[in-house]
């Protein structure tokens, strides 16, 4: 099994930042993707922003030039720097991870983002 812990988010003014962590543990093999989603209120989840094992990315449109994802391999982590937030960006987030064709989900963390 594998659990995801995330960690980091909370209430922000628009225009500020936060960082999301999320750590990975348990049987994690090396080839994997990482990467966010998040869901607002009543509506459905979406994907923010992966990395793949090769490093390549992909990010939503709307968060384009405002969020970065990396990753560190040695600690099983994923991080999200969020910048420029807007008040579309207030969801809950979830950590991912995709190894073998199964997902795995952390618990959720809420972002905040206030005028």
């Known amino acids: 099994q594998v659990q995801l812990v995330e960690s980091g988010g909370g209430l922000v003014q628009a225009g500020g930042s936060l960082r999301l962590s999320c750590a990975a543990s348990?049987?994690?093999?090396?080839?994997?993707?990482m990467g966010w989603y998040r869901q607002a209120l009543g509506k459905q989840r979406e994907l923010v922003a992966i990395?793949?094992?090769?490093?390549?990315?992909n990010y939503a449109d709307s968060v384009k030039g405002r969020f970065t994802i990396s990753r560190d391999n040695a600690k099983n982590a994923v991080y999200l720097q969020m910048n420029s937030l807007k008040l579309e960006d207030t969801a809950v987030y979830y950590c991912?991870?995709?190894?073998?064709?199964?997902?795995?989900w952390g618990q959720g963390t809420q972002v905040t983002v206030s005028s």
């Open positions: 991912n991870l995709n190894q073998l064709n199964r997902n795995f």
């Open positions: 348990g049987s994690i093999f090396t080839i994997n993707n």
């Open positions: 990395m793949y094992y090769g490093g390549r990315t």
